[in-house]
């Protein structure tokens, strides 16, 4: 592990000699009777803090006060005070010069004693192992902690009594014991080395690389990049990434979208060769569940144990390239839960942000406090959209110090972008009224098209498209009756499976999984950034600029027809919910791409976009923009850094009504109740339906959701896996 770090040689040393002590004394507390006692079947839990006994052993041995401290706190944050709270250490139990007496310290302090003898034996061999060879003569006892220790226990003295410098380390070396522990408890996986993306994958770049992506192959520091859905932006990332990497530099790849992360997860296993899953990692908010669907084999429980064992990894310091959502690494900078793991893999790593036009304003403003405290620390970032407004690009810049130079696309004056540049891959047709008012003629224009992607704003939009289509005299025509859903609110196992249906159109004709895409693909904005595919054409509800050029992407996305494809653009929004997207910014966008000349061009789509966002963030936006931007604990990040703490950051980071929650529809409840008796966990979770929290309101309202079930319960529902949840 100590050998992965992105630190000079002399730091290493130090940082693996105070490592090894931990890890000597971490378990000591373990000998205690009554924790021993608890290993047994049956037995209740021993109910006190272990590693509270083995920061007293380790004080008592002289060690440093940073060691005591990342040993007394890798299970538990610092306890606020007298009061008892879930995850903090039970401030009664420290063994403070008066607490000594207590008669709970005492009970647990006999405890431990009553198993010296072979605990003294045991650590012998520890440290013989380690080669930890002063503490090997070491008598073992405990003593109370020290004066120095009480102020790092205290949440409001830490700032006054020790500099930044010394809390970092504190931070760095809990973070690792932590990390240390994690991987030790997951069998016998082992971290491997960091590799050289530029030495080990030497021919990463397409056999015919663009100008844009050789701009971005020598291209020495942060670089906002911006080229067409299709082009081959990733190649132009990870060429980037090669030459970006510092020594035992990380790569994260951070997308909006859990499908986007789940095929390029796929991807870059397949780029970096990485049959046995031990280089690149998936980390988003259902990993588990991602992995267990791509795991093949009949033994449900031992897939189950291989999904959660990657999982549990992929958060510690062990795959040294990770794709995430962006909220993953700010779960990190805003110090959430093990946020000290950044402290040793932030610096000298690479960081791709893709599609940042789906950032929202305060997701955008996190983004940026969070890119000036990775520059900071020697790391490298690219931003990477296919629609970026000038706005956005000058904004960056400035809140990073970029030059521009650091601002990359395609040029006229190189033969293959010009190609890029000059290809006209659409043509949009407005249609007056909405999609359910068109309905006929997505089934008649469905007939002369080999695929049809239809985009709808709503779920409940989407599925009323979808079942009055499979109505329609024209789609009964069609010789496989081929119309296919997908929108978010499936389960997890349904999704999937569409998801990869979809997705066997990619695989070359010839091979026996292959599968054309569906006649008719009926989806919400779940397809912008999430799936590789490419229909002939294409209809829309009116939409922000930027979603409508990601929906586009989705059609002709090569340009290989012959001729633009036909993209058409309803006028009206079919349902009056305004939270998506808002009817003046709709209205806006429509009327700007409606105006330009068809079929269109790359730049024309540009400079609509600029026209649509020509004055940046203004109002609530522009409010939430500077919130996240300024956020108090990353601005002031060396001055408000307590170790041993962390913070909610789903609270800071997520507002309430962008929220989601997972529920059991009721017609799925005796098949989730029998997967959980089977005790196949993640395949029951995988039953559950992901709904807003808007949504959840108006349910509890009607009485449709039972709160007092785990999980939440919708009730007077249907659910198929073809339309999803209907409520």
């Known amino acids: 592990m100590v050998a992965n770090l992105p630190f000079e040689a002399a730091k290493k040393r130090r940082i693996s000699k105070d490592l090894d002590l931990c890890i000597a004394f971490h378990d000591l507390g373990k000998a205690a009777t009554g924790f021993q006692a608890s290993l047994e079947k049956h037995t209740p839990r021993w109910g006190h803090r272990h590693e509270i006994l083995s920061a007293a052993a380790a004080s008592a041995a ?124 997951a069998s016998n996986y082992m971290p491997m080395p960091i590799l050289s993306l530029r030495k080990t994958f030497p021919n990463l770049a397409p056999p015919q690389p663009y100008g844009f992506q050789v701009a971005a192959s020598k291209h020495n520091g942060n670089l906002i990049l911006r080229a067409p859905t299709g082009s081959g932006k990733t190649d132009a990332a990870l060429l980037w990434a090669q030459l970006n990497q510092q020594h035992n530099g990380r790569l994260f790849y951070a997308l909006p979208t859990t499908a986007s992360i789940n095929a390029m997860y796929l991807r870059l296993k397949y780029c970096f060769y990485d049959t046995d899953s031990r280089l690149v990692g998936l980390l988003h908010s259902r990993t588990v569940s991602s992995l267990y669907s791509m795991f093949e084999g009949d033994d449900a429980l031992a897939n189950q144990r291989r999904a959660r064992t990657i999982s549990s990894l992929v958060r510690e310091m062990y795959f040294p390239i990770r794709v995430c959502t962006p909220h993953q690494i700010l779960r990190y900078t805003l110090q959430g839960k093990g946020w000290e793991a950044m402290l040793s893999e932030f610096p000298h790593s690479v960081f791709v942000f893709d599609e940042i036009h789906a950032y929202n304003p305060k997701l955008m403003g996190l983004t940026m406090a969070t890119a000036k405290y990775l520059i900071q620390h020697k790391a490298r970032v690219l931003f990477l959209t296919a629609t970026l407004p000038t706005f956005l690009r000058k904004l960056i810049e400035l809140e990073l110090n970029l030059k521009p130079d650091d601002f990359i696309v395609p040029s006229y004056a190189n033969a293959s972008d010009k190609q890029i540049l000059e290809q006209k891959r659409h043509t949009i ?299």
Not at 119 to 124: Q, V
Not at 564 to 591: C, G, H, I, T, W
Request: with cysteine; hydrophobic share 35%.
């Open 62 to 185: 002289g060690v440093k006060d940073s060691i005591v401290f990342a040993v007394l706190t890798h299970h538990k944050t610092l306890p606020p005070g007298l009061i008892a709270i879930t995850g903090c250490l039970p401030n009664g139990e420290l063994p403070y010069l008066d607490h000594v007496s207590n008669w709970l310290w005492q009970d647990i302090a006999k405890e431990w004693y009553a198993n010296l003898e072979p605990l003294s034996e045991e650590f012998r061999m520890i440290c013989e192992y380690l080669g930890t060879d002063d503490m090997l003569d070491k008598k073992l006892s405990l003593s109370p902690l020290s004066d120095n220790i009480f102020h790092w226990l205290q949440r409001d003295e830490q700032t006054k009594y020790f500099d930044y410098k010394q809390r970092e380390y504190v931070s760095l070396l809990r973070g690792l014991m932590m990390s240390a522990d994690h991987i030790a408890s």
């Open 429 to 727: 047709k407005p249609l007056d009224g909405n999609v359910i008012n068109n309905i006929q003629i997505i089934a008649r224009e469905a007939t002369t098209a080999e695929s049809t992607l239809v985009v709808c704003n709503h779920v409940d939009t989407a599925q009323e498209v979808y079942k009055q289509l499979k109505n329609q005299k024209e789609y009964k025509q069609l010789e496989d009756h081929s119309v296919v859903l997908l929108h978010s609110r499936f389960t997890r196992h349904d999704r999937n499976n569409i998801e990869d249906a979809l997705m066997c159109s990619k695989r070359p004709k010839d091979d026996p999984s292959h599968k054309p895409l569906p006649k008719i693909l009926v989806a919400t904005q779940v397809i912008e950034v999430s799936l590789d595919l490419d229909f002939k054409q294409g209809f829309t509800e009116p939409a922000p600029i930027e979603s409508i050029v990601q929906r586009m992407g989705r059609i002709n996305r090569r340009a290989e027809q012959p001729q633009p494809a036909r993209v058409y653009l309803f006028r009206e929004q079919y349902s009056d919910d305004e939270n998506v997207y808002k009817k003046a910014l709709r209205d806006k966008s429509l009327m700007i791409i409606t105006g330009l000349d068809m079929p269109l061009s790359e730049d024309e789509l540009n400079d609509a976009a600029d026209e649509v966002y020509g004055n940046g963030y203004t109002g609530k936006d522009l409010d939430q923009f500077t919130e996240g931007r300024d956020y108090t604990p990353l601005k002031e990040f060396k001055r408000s850094l307590i170790a041993g703490t962390s913070e909610n950051w789903v609270d800071v980071l997520i507002e309430k009504n962008e929220g989601t929650a997972d529920v059991l529809p009721e017609p799925l409840a005796a098949a989730y109740k029998s997967l959980k008796e089977q005790k196949l966990t993640i395949a029951a979770n995988d039953l559950l339906v992901p709904i807003g929290l808007w949504m959840k309101s108006d349910l509890e309202k009607h009485g449709r959701l039972d709160t007092e079930q785990d999980p939440w319960l919708v009730k007077d529902c249907l659910y198929s896996k073809e339309i999803g949840l209907e409520v």
